[in-house]
């Protein structure tokens, strides 16, 4: 029986990160940590529970909106015995209301999936995977540091299919070092004929300190130029549309219908709550961000304590800044009409010199009623979405 009250309007997402990795991959900055014991895993879900219990009871009265999404983000939730994911998903269903076409998804490293953890997925109401395959070249996967194989993808998809998972997508990446046109376009066809719904593109990207950045620093590997890099971005984007693949946000193609809703959210300033370690979430008009450190976050919750620190109330002004930056990270752009919608008054009002100045260097496109990013947008985004902070 869920404990907390429901409003019919629209739904609240939850984020559930679970930082535990078979081994570190050479470019990873997350916050996940490779071969702990399953003691300290047992502590990991036994604190993300006390914090799940926690707000619950502190909530308790409050009048909140149904789940429509869950996400087990990593790290590698699939890493993780398939119990811990089943006791999570069965607290979540006793504390919110969960919504019967709500959109349940888990992050899976190939090298990780089981038949037994496929079907028991299935079986506990997880409805898609997201599949951290990067590329198709064993090779570029060994530069990467990934745990698997392309054999270990290919028997993943067969597991999630035999499973009944038909909705999935998957991540591929591109200026990976050693990486050509031909590689990304080889690693798209593979893909696509596994009949994904939705595919992540990004770019790699280093971060001082990881073992990646090391060797590219040192010489001994070499990154694609920014202009091939971009070749591979559009030559994914040219490709995808061609296949009948909406590019929908910077970094994200779907088939019709198939958006990750949970993503959207992120874009739309929607409600969202973050449990676990680092998990940041936003609730009643606050950010919030969660201890990254394991020891400190397990401690916290131990003591009964919150893990969370929580940014004080944003203006009407920050959340006018960031539904542009955020907002214009989605290819559809934003409406003038949702923005008055929300904050009373058009976007060129607080905005009107910056939007100006983006259009004229041809970053940003206004139709009318739309506002949105350029192909040459698309390119210089960081440009784009710095303008509004
Ligand atoms: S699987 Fe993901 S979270 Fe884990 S080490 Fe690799 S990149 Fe980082």
Redesign the pocket.
Known sequence: MNTLKVDSGGGLGIYCHIPF?L???A??D?S?F?HQTEAVIRDYFAALHKEIRKFSEENKGSILPAVDTIYFG???PSAVDVRHIEATLLLLNEVFQIKDDAEITIEI?PGTLTTDKARRYKKAGINRASV?LQAWQDFLLKIL???HSQADFKKAMELLKEAGFSNFSVDVMVGLPGQKLEDVMETLQAVIKYAPTHLSCYSLILESGTPMANWVESGQLELPDEDEEREMHWAVDAFLNEQGFLHYEISSFCRPGYESRHNVKYWELVPYLGFGLGAHGYFNGQRYGNSNELNEYCQLLKADKSPSIFEPAMTPEEQMREWMFLGLRKLGGIREDDFCARFGESYFVPFGEVIQSLITARLLVWDGSVLKLTPRGQDFGNQVFMAFV
């Open positions: 990795c081994k570190k991959c470019y990873c997350f996940s490779s990593g790290g590698t490293n951290g540091g990934r745990v």
